[in-house]
């Protein structure tokens, strides 16, 4: 998950669910410091809201992560697939 916090950093703001069955987050087509979340509450309702990055390292640092995480996702993913069979 993507979580976005408050100003205190001691709240969290927003959940952006990373699953494979929707696309969570989309990089800006024409900057790679923009991005579009899609957050959720709880009862699943959805919004989109945008996120830039002042410094493009860490705009960089933040789809690194992203890559890393469905890396993770998929490798569990196969794992299961295999002890299945």
Do not use: W
Request: charge should be negative.
């Amino acid at each position: 998950n993507v979580m976005t916090t408050g100003k205190n950093k001691n709240t969290i703001f927003a959940v952006c669910p990373l699953r494979d069955d929707v696309t969570a987050v989309e990089r800006c087509v024409d900057s790679s410091r923009y991005f579009v979340l899609r957050i959720e509450n709880e009862q699943g309702k959805h919004m989109f809201i945008g996120v830039a990055f002042n410094e493009r390292n860490d705009a960089f640092d933040f789809n690194t992560a992203l890559q890393d995480a469905r890396k993770d996702r998929d490798r569990e993913r196969n794992s299961m697939e295999t002890n299945h069979n």
